[in-house]
């Protein structure tokens, strides 16, 4: 039996994958490049504050469940949650913002007291989201992209005009109020790409934030690599950090044989990559990879990001855990990220506070903040650049929460896309992966199993179902469900 199986990058999706396949029998190694496990979701700690380095929103927590289900365990066997209230607030302008409460009968008063009979419209469309939610989550998201019949059922069949129209178009339709048509399309930028390039299908993400809601792990993201770690080690998984692979050695049989590490040739029956997909084409030999240079420069990435982590010696007023400054023109940042790709005249941005419900992430008294300005991939990117738009957000945030803010901070590390590629082999320069535009959808995505090598499988943000921390635990299942069926044939 081809036992070995080695798993590149240490992601949600690899840990997910690592944890089935062992599960399965596989005696499995974990090979990661840097030197901490958990890939995007790695933690930055300095002078007592602790900052998430990548995702922060914890959401679709069924999807979680069900991970830890299909181990007989629960999330609360690793780490503690809290359902946060409300799940964030957004920033219109001065004097001008909304707090989308943990109530759905709190966000249809928030509704109404914005444009009058728009809860009923709330009520229509929430209606279709969690139609699709359930659609999206029985016959669409866990299945492996390996055909368009996958998509095809009686329930499907029925949602096609959903994704000839946009989640734009039914924003738009639904509600006169530009600023509830904002909170409306909101939850799509998760799938990397602009409102009116998302299939109104993927209204299920609005589901997702107003019905199922905001969740905090105590102790951030990082709990839940911790988490999913304790359960491959009690799995038996083996974790090498520090073990950047450097090549993909192939057979005359179109197998992989073994891969480099340094200095170091390691045999493997079998290779599962959850690094970035187009990185791990490059590890390959030319005639053994899958897609062209061409190919991967003709797909729409999911943005990149400019991110500060800052430590504030002081608590801020007028914040919540998590905030969105929408106080300048969405439409005009989109366009600078997909359509015209710049760095943004005015840019849209997210910051969260999360000591303001944790207190194990800062000392006593101070605020951790995370503050991410999502950017085009591959633009250039300076510390000259970074400071000037620190600035920028600092002169909003300042502004738009009535405090000064900068004689506080004790220190501030930035993070953008020269990072990503050097840290994590992201393509572009990427943060979250490949977009799920129409054309970006399912099947239409890159293969989780290599066409070229017989024992080649991909997971992760660029492969089914797509970009987000739920879908890369469901990309581990999906990867190893295939794999483990294969081996059966
Ligand atoms: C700033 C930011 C904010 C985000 N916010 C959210 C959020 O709030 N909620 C949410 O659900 N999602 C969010 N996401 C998206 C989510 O974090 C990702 O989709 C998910 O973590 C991707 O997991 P993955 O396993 O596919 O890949 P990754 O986490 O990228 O893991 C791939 C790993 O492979 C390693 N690797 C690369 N090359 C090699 C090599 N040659 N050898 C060995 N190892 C290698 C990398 O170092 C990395 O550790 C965010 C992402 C970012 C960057």
Redesign the pocket.
Known sequence: MNNNIAI???????IAAACYLAKAGYTVDV????AQL????RQFANQGFKFD???????MPDVFERFFSDFNKKPSDYYSLQRLGPSYRVYFGQDDHVDISDSVDEIRKSFESIETGSSKQLDIFLKKAKSNYDVAIKDLVYKPGLSILELVSRKTIFELPQFISTIHDVAKKSFKSQKLRQIIEFPVL?LGAKPSDTPAFYSFMNHADLVLGTWYPKGGMKAVVDGMLELAGELGVNFHTN????QINCGEDNRVRSINIGNTEIPVDLLVS???YA??EQ?LPLKSRMYTKAYWDKKVMAPS?L?FYVGIDKKLANVEHHSLFFDVPFDNHAREIYDQPSWPKEPLFYASFPSITDDTISPKGKEAAIF?IPLAPDLKDTQELRETYFNIIMNRLEKLTKQEIRSSILFKESYCVQD?KD????FKGN???MANTLFQTAFLRPKLKSKKLKNLYF????TVPG??????LI?GKLVADLLIKNQKK
Do not use: C
């Not at 090979?31 to 840097?34: A, D, G, L, Q, S």
């Not at 958990?38 to 979701?41: E, L």
């Not at 073990?243 to 450097?246: A, E, F, I, T």
């Not at 840290?423 to 992201?426: A, L």
């Open positions: 590149i990058g240490s992601g949600f999706a690899s090979y990661e490049k840097n958990g890939g995007r979701a380095m990548g995702p922060t929103w914890y959401w998760f073990s950047g692979v450097s959850g690094a970035d990185h791990t590890l990001a991110l991410l990503f840290d994590y082999n992201s943060a979250y992966g997971t992760g943000q660029l970009p987000g921390v739920p879908p890369a990309s």
